[in-house]
């Protein structure tokens, strides 16, 4: 399939590695936090959410971390593999309507 | 059906035609979205659907670019006269309910190249 973004910000790191991917949202009223992965030739996969009531959340290897303040979100995925190989989307959207509202995304490469 | 499926996965057009793209969301999810994706961008929001309701249409970049929702389930977005700048993955996807909680499932998306 077509890689679906050759400007991306890119972020390169070492197979076992931690990586920690950031998103500046816009809306401060927005309540809800969605992190997705997107494969080349695929729709966008959720990964993890987060509530705005919340400042941390964790997954199986994967936290996102929520700053209201300064309208920050951060997702740190542990042992990174190559299969984490992919661009990472955040999303912001309120809890009840409006649709998501997607950020530009990060490419993540892991080098085996 | 399992997913959410998407026809044509490619689509190569003339400039100037019209073309018309195809989404099948998961069974009884009300709530239908369509988003654009351009090299090098996020996932930009066009329209949803939600039941019976009025769709959202704050994000068609034109009036040259329609949906509708037949019998609350397929979805058609069309593009008529095509310009070069509507090159770019389509992406549908389903939800069980308009909100964030209710999670959203993506197709492969259609990638349509305007020559």
């Known amino acids: 399939g077509e890689s679906v973004g050759l400007h991306l910000p890119t972020l390169s790191v070492q197979e076992g590695d931690n990586s920690i991917i950031n998103c500046a949202y816009s809306n401060s009223a927005s309540d809800y936090f969605i992190w997705y992965k997107q494969e080349s030739g695929k729709g966008p996969q959720f990964i993890i959410d987060i509530r705005s009531n919340m400042d941390k959340r964790q997954g199986q290897r994967v936290t996102v971390l929520l700053n209201k303040t300064v309208k920050h979100l951060s997702l740190q995925i542990a042992a990174t593999q190559p299969g984490d190989s992919a661009v990472y989307f955040c999303?912001?959207?309120?809890?009840?309507?409006?649709?998501?509202?997607f950020g530009k995304g990060t490419r993540l490469s892991v080098i085996a | 059906g399992a997913g959410v499926s998407q026809s044509p996965s490619n689509k190569v057009t003339e400039k100037g035609k019209d073309v018309e793209l195809r989404c099948d969301p998961i069974?009884?999810?009300?709530?239908l979205y369509w988003y654009r994706q351009s090299l090098g961008q996020g996932l930009e929001f066009l329209i949803y659907?939600?039941?019976?309701?009025?769709?959202?249409k704050s994000g068609l970049p034109s009036d040259r670019f329609s949906a509708e929702r037949t019998g609350g389930s397929v979805s058609t977005l069309t593009i008529q006269r095509t310009q070069q700048e509507d090159s770019a993955v389509y992406l549908c996807?389903?939800?069980?309910?308009?909100?964030?909680?209710?999670?959203?499932?993506f197709g492969s998306g259609t990638r349509l190249t305007v020559v």
């Open positions: 999303a912001e959207t309120m809890i009840f309507g409006t649709p998501l509202v």
């Open positions: 659907f939600q039941g019976n309701s009025a769709p959202d």
């Open positions: 069974s009884g999810h009300t709530a």
């Open positions: 996807a389903s939800s069980a309910g308009v909100g964030g909680l209710y999670g959203y499932t």
